[in-house]
């Protein structure tokens, strides 16, 4: 069911190197780049890989905030006393921190930080979805309020606009939570519990696969879908094909991963822009969806490069090199292509900023920040 040291050191000065040597050739229309590093503000290697996402964004003022887990107790473990805890770094457009808090959080759960359309802070974390009320007086005494439970098995989507969030919880009755945000955020609950659900086509009304203010969308076999929020029965079969992962970009563009591609395609099935990539590169965005801009008019695609396969000896294809490619959907070009480590250890992930100026890229315990230069037309029609 879709909701499914030193030695560190080394490697992380020599990734660095290698990617500013990168930077050299890349294109990068202003060059202004700021990097930052988590151990100083406590980041330690994961006990494993985890599922812990999503873990950076970008606010409204081009400020980047960072999550990560780290352990803090080894005694007795309670639910109020956890043994990990939830840190969240926010860093200004020049790099510097601004703002340092802490959840504690159970290791059996997952943790993640969300931003509303006011860049109010929502952090996943100890099995609920908690809002930051923040206090202008004491920016380092804000109060976390609880929103939602949330439970491992809960699964969180959230609108282009950051203005909804929409919270699949398998265990609850009902299992929807629909999430209005504002300076006062709205909840409407909906959805059908598991025990009354009678087939696949049903199911799919409690975690669509992307979802705008208006809408949720699922694909079903290929075959996407839409209905207005918790309200299931009104849905409709949209007259397009969307293999492969896809998000919504607005209710009338989408931004599918082909494998070998991207597309934007229209809602009635009207392909609007296809980039082209080099010999032996795809999208990949199965673990890394697809980012997109606040009106949906740039997008920030994960591109590998795949080498040495060969189907008939049945060999798999190896990692040759990895990007970040940034498109102006409207234009209909490629604005900057900015490269990443080949491999990474612990934790990759990616945020482009509401208005498409900026694009932040965590890999393990290093974050840069790419001003991409030129802001994103409003609108796409």
């Known amino acids: 069911m879709y909701p499914g040291l030193r030695k560190w050191n080394v490697w992380i000065l020599l990734a660095t190197l290698a990617c500013t040597a990168q930077f050299a050739s890349a294109q990068s229309p202003t060059g202004n780049i700021v990097v930052l590093k988590l151990r100083t503000f406590g980041w330690e290697p994961p006990e494993s890989r985890g599922i812990d996402t999503p873990s950076i964004a970008i606010d409204h003022k081009d400020r980047v905030l960072v999550g990560f887990t ?51 802070i929502i952090a996943r974390a100890n099995n609920s979805l908690q809002l930051l009320q923040e206090d202008e007086g004491n920016p380092q005494g804000g109060i976390w309020k609880i929103l939602a439970p949330c439970t491992a098995r809960g699964h969180v989507t959230q609108s282009h606009s950051r203005q909804t969030l929409h919270l699949y919880t398998e265990d609850a009755d009902p299992p929807v939570t629909l999430i209005r945000l504002s300076q006062q955020p709205g909840l409407q609950s909906c959805g059908k519990a598991h025990q009354f659900i009678k087939s696949v086509e049903d199911s799919i ?13 699922f694909s079903l076999d290929g075959d996407p879908y839409r209905w207005p929020h918790c309200d299931y029965e009104h849905r409709v079969q949209l007259p397009l094909r969307v293999p492969g992962r896809w998000v919504v970009l607005t209710n009338e563009l989408f931004a599918l991963d082909t494998r070998t591609g991207v597309e934007v395609i229209s809602s009635s099935g009207h392909v609007r822009f296809r980039p082209d990539m080099a010999k032996h590169e795809s999208a990949d965005s199965l673990w890394e969806p697809i980012r997109a801009s606040e009106r949906g008019d740039r997008i920030a695609v994960h591109v590998r490069t795949l080498r040495g396969g060969n189907r008939t000896l049945d060999i798999g294809s190896h990692v040759t090199a990895r990007r970040i490619a940034v498109y102006d959907v409207e ?41 991409l230069g030129g802001v994103a037309k409003s609108g796409v029609h």
């Not at 780290?70 to 109020?80: C, H, I, Q, S």
């Not at 340092?100 to 860049?119: E, K």
């Not at 009304?205 to 969308?217: G, H, L, R």
């Open 70 to 120: 780290v352990r803090e107790r080894n005694g007795l473990v309670t639910r109020n006393q956890p043994s990990l805890s939830f840190h969240i770094v926010r860093f200004s457009p020049d790099g510097k921190a601004d703002l340092s808090l802490s959840l504690p959080t159970n290791a059996a759960g997952r943790t993640g930080i969300y931003l509303s359309d006011t860049d109010q």
């Open 331 to 371: 234009a209909g070009k490629e604005v900057a292509s900015i490269p990443a480590s080949v491999k990474y250890h612990y934790r990759f992930a990616f945020d482009l900023s509401p208005d498409g100026r900026r694009l932040a890229i965590l890999e393990d315990d290093v974050v840069r920040v790419v001003d």
């Open 205 to 217: 009304q409690n975690f669509p696969q992307s979802i705008t203010d208006e809408y949720a969308y």
